[in-house]
């Protein structure tokens, strides 16, 4: 028997079932297993590979179901004789690379070399994953989250599920955004005044789709979000940058009086953290209205209050229809879901409903019915309630290191969030910092992606508590004050 097609990887995410299919269905693919060919027995097979022989049972039945196998009375199973194959490889002449096509001129624009945060994948493999956004799976409630996967597959809701939703999104989910997401804010709107979004970041480009041409003046934070400048930068170059302090983005009348559109993180901004308090709340939606612009509120992370009771959104005291409203599940149950929403006036979510269908038609139905059910069935709650109880201690233990190891915070979330915005020294390249600590395991974020300006200051870096345990926040902040002293010029 081929042993090579039958190596398990314990280390590996996958199952050892699936593992064990996968490797089966490649060698039927490609035919090192030939049809009418016998597979060992399940129990010489899990005796070989040192597993449970109801692993390797389960394993062939599944590939019987599925036609690859066949039983044999009394001689287990074979390889099915109408089993699918892999078409035969043919002779195409030269590869690709050998006659490329010279794609410099016909590309309009490029998103290459834009700033960005750049995210490991394996960040998990880090000892100090002090990495923003990524999900903690010990913090998730994986049980629930099947249970109502599977719901979502039942053939209650399979039917409509499957189906194409075209203009639409799924019913419930909207259901729930409208009387349970946005009235914690202070909204309240009809599910057409809601579009289902690929995360908060579709919304933002949609936005920006719609609402920014060539002459389009926008006013951006200084630092933002990256992708929000590497959006707008795609549709206009011009762009107002205005300084962010401790309350948020600085309202600089003069410049304010000029623009179109404002994008703004006013309940926790990005990357400083810092919230805005009411009064200029109020005081940007008077200039608003006095130079006619639209505000963009990017309300994310405002469910991970743990501190102080957050000040209302900004589209809760919008009476002017000027305030584009843009949420995320994505930083309360996990990046990878991809569901964000958006809140607006009729009138322009008809017109994002219409853009996006173009784009992708709808996000995935069977997602949104199961994060639609995890939010009905209670566990969204209990979700946030673990990760408040969580994240609050984890501050504490890295807001206690950070003060013992004299690392300063150029900002101070009022209501809580997942990370700190840090300063350092006037002579620090956090770049540098991030590269020597990526070899002691440490994962830190540069922060001169953040700017908007080509001479962005390069010693501001950002370090999050949403995926690392709180016992090893102190040894990680130690390792990053060790760093920057030993870089010290």
Known sequence: MKEILFQLDRSAPASLQAQLRESI???????????????????????????????????YQALAADGYLTPKPRSGFVIAEDAPALPPNRDIGPTADAEAADW??????????ARAVDKPLNWREYEFPFIYGQADSRLFSHSEWRECARQALGAKDFGALAGDFGFHDDPLLLSYIASHSLPQRGIYK?????????????????????????????????????????????????????????????????VLEACDLVFVTPAHQCPTTATMPLERRRRLLELADKYDFLVIEDDYEFELNFLE?????????????????????????????????????EPFVAQARHLRHLMFRHPPGHSQRTAAYFLALGHYGAQMRKLRRAYAERRRVMQAALDRYGLSRSAAAKFGGTSFWIEGPDWLDSEELAAVLAERSVLIEPGWPFYNRPAAPRNFFRIAYSSIPADRIEVGIARIAEAIGQLAP
Do not use: W
């Not at 490609?30 to 049972?57: D, K």
């Open 25 to 59: 269905v490649s060698g039927v693919l490609t035919r090192a297993l030939a049809p009418g060919e016998r597979l060992p027995s399940s129990r010489a097979l899990a005796n070989r590979l040192g597993i449970s022989r109801n692993t390797v049972t389960l394993a």
């Open 104 to 113: 410099s001129h016909r590309i309009i624009d490029t998103t290459v070399g």
């Open 190 to 254: 009809q599910p057409e005044n809601i579009l289902v979004t690929l995360g908060a970041q579709n919304a933002l480009f949609l936005i920006a789709q719609l609402l920014i041409g060539p002459r389009t003046t926008v006013a951006l934070e200084e630092p933002c979000y990256p992708d929000i400048g590497n959006i707008v930068r795609q549709r206009t170059k011009a762009i107002r940058s205005l300084p962010v302090d401790g309350g948020g983005l600085v309202l600089d009348e003069a």
């Open 309 to 345: 009771t957050p000040a209302p959104a900004l589209k809760s005291m919008d009476r002017r229809g000027r305030v584009l409203y843009v949420g995320s599940f994505s930083k309360t149950l996990f990046p990878g879901l991809r569901l964000g929403y958006l809140a607006a006036p």
